[in-house]
């Protein structure tokens, strides 16, 4: 069973939420570990931070501006990618353990978006500029390689590793794109505007999601082998934000704006089931699967309060109440 964390695409928006007081029914009460990144204000400066079940771990020093983007777990081994603030500029870094490593130097604007480890290699997406562009890139094991040419706006957004090859997904103006050993592969035509938030690989399949404009509407896309499959018909604009392949079962997790507000969503094989029932805005940053179990992890907004909610097929087992002051970017979801 292959068990995938959320990638969420650059056109959300960030969830903001304060502290992590909570409520009666705390992350401890369900059967699972959950982990969420992001930031939390101090007063000063956005503090990158990380929550195991409602603890915050605090990975900068609160001096300078830093924000956690993606969370992977190895072995006892805890990695966190993001970004600090170095002077007018910004530096792509991760944290193994707490301990912070730098992956640009500081000199111009770069950013980690997400972070896989496979055994003891670490992967990295992200960006750097060059001139006035943002590059995709990633790095293994620190060593970058750009997947574009600086001609365009890009950024990496996702990696997967499935034997000696390497999968990246994100987008270089205006088209969605994947990668395959720094290869690149159009999903869209420059006609349209287009995005590529997530990537998954089982056997010999290769699984992309993302968003594809259609005049002023967003359709929330699947490509399966570059063959595009639309999930939602173009009544309402819609975004996916992450895939997860389990045996035969393909699930793509996201959300449909209805009645002007965000609608939490997952789409397995094709198949719609909301999450959230539209009263709240709201935003899936987190899903596994286990055992045919899915979980997930929605964050609702109820006016200034902010609650992030760990659903088990879409009953709600626990929940975090917040409020303003920290952005909570991804969650992962596993065994303890």
Do not use: H
């Amino acid at each position: 069973m292959l068990k995938n964390k959320v990638y969420l695409p650059s056109f959300l928006w960030a969830i903001v939420v304060l502290g992590c007081s909570k409520d009666d029914n705390s992350p401890e009460s369900i059967d699972k570990d959950v982990y969420l990144v992001g930031s939390e204000f101090n007063g000063t400066a956005s503090v990158a931070k990380y929550w195991k079940n409602g603890v915050g771990i605090a990975l900068s020093s609160g001096i300078k501006d830093a924000t956690a983007f993606d969370i992977a777990l190895s072995g006892n081994n805890i990695y966190v990618a993001g970004s600090e603030s170095s002077g007018s500029f910004t530096v792509a870094k991760y944290w193994k353990n707490g301990v912070p490593i730098s992956l640009t130097d500081g000199s111009i604007y770069a950013g980690a978006r997400s972070i896989k480890v496979i055994n003891t290699d670490v992967y990295i997406t992200g960006f750097e500029f060059v001139g006035d562009r943002q590059v995709a890139k990633y790095w293994k094991n620190g060593i970058a390689t750009s997947l574009t040419d600086g001609s365009k706006a890009a950024v990496a957004l996702s990696i997967a590793v499935s034997g000696n090859n390497i999968y990246t997904a994100g987008w270089e103006f205006p088209t969605a794109n994947y990668w395959i050993n720094g290869v690149n592969i159009a999903l869209t035509n420059t006609n349209t505007i287009a995005e590529a938030s997530a990537i998954a690989v089982s056997g010999n399949d290769i699984y992309v999601v993302g968003r594809e404009n259609r005049g002023n509407i967003s359709l929330a896309m699947l490509w399966i082998n570059g063959v595009p499959t639309p999930l939602t018909d173009g009544s309402n604009s819609a975004q996916t934000c992450s895939v997860v392949v389990s045996a035969n079962d393909v699930y793509v997790s996201g959300i449909e704006f209805i009645g002007g507000k965000s609608v939490s969503k997952i789409w397995r094989n094709g198949a719609p089931t909301l999450l959230t029932d539209g009263t709240k805005e709201s935003s899936v940053i987190g899903i596994s699967i286990f055992g045919g179990d899915v979980y997930t992890v929605v964050v609702e907004v109820d006016g200034n309060t902010q609650i992030a909610k760990t659903l088990k097929n879409g009953v709600v087992k626990s929940s975090m109440i917040g409020g303003l002051g920290t952005y909570f970017f991804r969650a992962i979801i596993v065994e303890k």
